[in-house]
């Protein structure tokens, strides 16, 4: 089968052999109230009041939402506003740490003895797609098709990042254990473990440990960007095209990301809700570039001093990989659910545009086939009903046609504003 088409960039996996290292307790948190896709949770505690490991700290009645958990047990200093790195504006708990770790008396493995009890017990759990896009996961876990294969993305495409590579590396188990409970909860028949060929020793581990599981296919795909993004896995995977307009679901498939199947596994078995986060710290500010397991909240630049950044020359900050990751205005934003790497750069200048040339490489590297120079021309003129036919809706935003342009024209960009004119259904 035809892989889809993409890039192929310096992977830069700097950290691939460092083992996750322990961050020391901050002196204080901040933990936003929004930190997934959907609605932000409501503050549950207030100035002056004692929390615990584990203990929920905000919620919401929206379905699609996700609670969230203190990370650290201290007291609570201030209940305010906070504006996220995509601008938006949501509450943030800051809590004092005591340096107790006192656990919450909430933390108890959930009961669990249908599909129902299970998906309850994910969405408490606080979890989302742990691979950046912070998708709730209960919702995904609960579709309204059939679903006969689960796919567990373990590509981890973008340069830099191995915090999913440690994973497979540091709790192998967890991840088939993860599988397996998913499999198991939903009456999933088959699971695919998709990874990159650039890890042979986690292909050979999990090769070795399903060896005589039928349900469970080991796959391996070629290194090549954005292997890892949900359309582009699924196809590789299985062949199976997720058309305009679906969901995954629709074609009989749940994707989970291999940290997040961990992580379910974990908290089934221990009730300890999403509380830290494994992130990559890297760049060429950095002088010691590092795996570090952090509680959410702890600020980005303590995790900085921690790997010897050269802090006053950093030119620019990444939450996420180069391709697809989010700058960080402020270093001292906290460590959130959906953090996977930050990336601190010294060298970063900015390219001069030009005028197309009409090379058409943006197009050939596209892995959806579209055409983002004439999806250029067509938003510049506001022509919608153009957009439509050019499918700009099924630009996935990875960044493949700006980095391939000879003429650094900012086409994935102008995808996402092009996309923004298309009314919603």
């Known amino acids: 089968m035809k892989k889809l088409n993409g890039i192929r960039p310096d992977h830069r996996k700097n950290t691939e052999n460092s083992a996750t290292v322990e961050f020391p307790l901050p002196a204080k948190v901040v933990i ?43 007291k609570v200093t201030a209940v305010s506003n906070y504006i996220t790195a995509s601008g938006a504006v949501c509450k943030a708990v800051e809590i004092e740490t005591d340096g107790q770790q006192t656990v919450s008396e909430e933390v108890r493995p959930p009961e669990v003895n249908d599909k129902e009890s299970f998906i309850k017990a994910v969405r408490e759990s606080g979890a989302c797609g742990l691979g950046g896009a912070g998708f709730p996961t209960h919702i995904k876990l609960d579709p309204r098709t059939p679903i006969d294969t689960l796919i567990i ?104 990301n291999v940290s997040t199947a961990a992580f379910l596994y974990r908290y089934m078995n221990t009730g300890m809700p999403l509380v830290k986060r494994r992130l990559t710290i890297d760049g060429d500010a950095v002088k010691e570039p590092k795996n570090v397991s952090a509680v959410i909240g702890t600020p980005f630049r303590e995790l900085l001093e921690f790997c010897k950044a050269d802090i006053p020359a950093v030119k620019k900050l ?103 004119l298309i009314p919603r259904k």
């Open 318 to 420: 990444i939450g996420g990989g180069p391709m697809m990751g989010m700058s960080i205005p402020d270093m001292d934003m906290p460590v959130v659910k959906t953090s996977n790497a930050l990336l601190a750069i010294k060298h970063f200048d900015e390219r001069k545009t030009s005028a197309c040339i009409r090379c058409g490489r943006c197009v050939k590297v596209c892995p959806i086939g579209l055409m983002p120079a004439d999806i250029d021309k067509a938003y510049r003129i506001k022509n919608i009903d153009e957009l439509r036919e050019l499918k700009v809706t099924l630009c996935m935003n990875c960044g493949s046609c700006t980095y391939i342009c000879p003429a650094n024209r900012r086409l994935a960009e102008t995808n996402q504003l092009a996309k923004a």
């Open 153 to 256: 993305n373990a590509a981890e495409c973008e340069p830099y990042i191995t915090a999913d590579y440690r994973e497979m590396i540091e709790a192998p188990d967890d991840v088939i254990g993860g599988i397996n409970m998913v499999k198991k909860q939903l009456g999933i028949k088959f699971a695919k473990l998709a990874i990159e060929e650039n890890k042979p020793q986690a292909i050979k581990n999990f090769t070795e440990m399903a060896e005589n599981d039928d349900t469970i296919d080991i796959v391996t795909l070629p290194s090549r960007y954005p292997q890892g993004a949900e359309k582009v896995i699924i196809y590789n995977s299985t062949g199976r095209i997720v058309k305009e307009g679906e969901l995954p679901a629709d074609e009989g498939v749940i994707v989970l």
């Open 32 to 74: 936003p109230m929004s930190m997934t896709m959907g609605a932000p949770c409501e503050p549950l505690v207030k100035v002056g009041d004692t929390v615990m490991v584990g203990q929920k700290i905000g919620d919401s009645q929206a379905a699609f939402s996700v609670p969230v958990h203190s990370g650290v047990s201290g």
